[in-house]
């Protein structure tokens, strides 16, 4: 069992920048990917990064490609999000993910909103 808690949501003007954490409980967090998606109002919820185990493998999507960087510390059980140059349209509530591949995802965090005002 992985529990996943976010932090670093917030207001932002756009162009501007913010970091998303994710703290991960469980001795196994390095043998997960992990992921972050988002939903926002009135959409499903899409998927934004993901990496593997060892930080070696990252999968984007393309709308955030250049702007947004995950990363991850295995020692500190954490995943994280720099998002930058921030748009309106990034508005949402963000999810950190965990599964043992990219197209599957069987842990969720309660998610941390991120808010964008032009």
């Known amino acids: 069992q992985v529990q996943l808690v976010e932090s670093g949501g917030g207001l932002v003007q756009a162009g501007g920048s913010l970091r998303l954490s994710c703290a991960a409980s469980?001795?196994?967090?390095?043998?997960?990917?992990m992921g972050w998606f988002r939903q926002a109002p009135g959409r499903e919820r899409e998927f934004v990064q993901a990496?593997?185990?060892?930080?070696?493998?990252?999968h984007y999507a393309e709308f955030v490609k250049g702007r947004f960087t995950i990363s991850r510390d295995n020692a500190k059980n954490t995943v994280y999000l720099q998002m930058n140059s921030l748009k309106p349209e990034d508005t949402a509530v963000y999810y950190c993910a965990a599964g043992p591949s990219a197209s599957r995802w069987d842990y969720w965090g309660q998610g941390t909103q991120v808010t964008v005002s032009s």
């Open positions: 469980g001795r196994t967090f390095s043998s997960y990917y």
């Open positions: 990496i593997d185990g060892s930080g070696a493998i990252r």
